[in-house]
């Protein structure tokens, strides 16, 4: 064998290395029921090498064509198959590089009014700088996701437009449009990762508590938000601020009405309350 270079696809030459040979065989072979031996493996590349015909120079591409007939040749069907599967793969792989870069020039250089592509969400200005590096990085996380993540049966069906994966280029990273259970983290408090807060006691609290969760939700994930039973997550902080102000209002009627008398204020608030709390168990 004089072969000493191999011609890549971008048109370069490097040194031939036959473990490239011998690794990509042992690749196509390993998932399969029963694997090639070493000395298999070794028998078939001593094969493709022979077939170089004293050549000097020969293409990444030539290789693997005569890697597929010797494989065949040697009765390794199933495993011929599977390399010829990999080499799909890898082309397919090249071409979404292709596509991704294409993808950026029109993100550098096209204005949005011009390019689908940079009109795909309305709350982002594309035309913008950190319009274009966010949409730089999606389309960079969605090349990933299609070529080194997805099963090829959902990267295929997802590519020919039988399914549609929503937001692919967060699916790594993150949830995507939740609920938030607000009754759950208004009960005994919550932690948004930075401090504890507490349970709120008055329906401006719950309000404020709401608009952090929100905030605190945003910054884990992605896309839209939303409340279930907005209105019985904040029904308690009504309750709360409504029994607070009839227990203020009642103290005052009562300076108004007979002074002072033998209530403090602090003592007079605990006794009302405990009415307000028996009167809600008896007519509950």
């Not at 170089?52 to 011929?80: M, P, T």
């Not at 940079?118 to 200005?125: E, L, P, T, Y």
């Not at 839209?224 to 019985?232: E, K, L, P, R, V």
Request: with cysteine.
């Amino acid at each position: 064998m004089t072969v000493t270079t191999v011609t890549k696809r971008a048109g370069h030459a490097v040194p031939y290395d036959r473990a490239k040979i011998l690794n990509a065989i042992a690749a196509a072979s390993k998932e399969y029921v029963h694997p090639m031996t070493a000395l298999e493996i070794d028998e078939v590349t001593a094969a493709v090498e022979a077939s170089f015909e004293n050549r000097a120079e020969i293409s990444v591409e030539e290789i693997q064509d005569l890697v597929e007939k010797q494989l065949l040749a040697h009765g390794f069907y199933d495993i011929a198959r599977r390399y010829i599967t990999y080499r799909q793969r890898h082309a397919q792989r090249r071409l979404a590089q292709k596509h991704l870069m294409a993808s950026y020039r029109d993100i550098f250089f096209a204005d949005a009014v011009d390019s689908d592509l940079k009109r795909d969400n309305a709350n982002i200005n594309t035309d913008a700088s950190m319009g274009i590096m966010l949409k730089l990085g999606a389309e960079g996380a969605k090349h990933f996701v299609d070529n080194y993540v997805l099963d090829e049966r959902y990267a295929t069906a997802d590519r020919e437009n039988f399914i549609h994966i929503h937001d692919k280029d967060f699916s790594l990273i993150t949830f995507n449009c939740c609920q938030i259970d607000l009754l759950k983290l208004f009960r005994g408090g919550f932690s948004t990762g930075h401090g504890f807060l507490r349970e709120p006691n008055s329906i401006r609290a719950y309000a404020s508590l709401a608009c952090i969760a929100i905030q605190s939700n945003q910054n884990d994930m992605f896309g839209g938000q939303s409340i279930n039973a907005f209105d019985y997550a904040m029904a308690d902080g009504v309750k709360k601020s409504f029994r607070k102000a009839l227990v203020e209002e009642a103290w005052k009627a009562l300076l108004y009405r007979l002074g002072r008398g033998q209530f403090t204020h602090e003592a007079f608030k605990k006794a009302l309350r405990h009415e307000l709390d028996f009167a809600v168990c008896v007519y509950a």
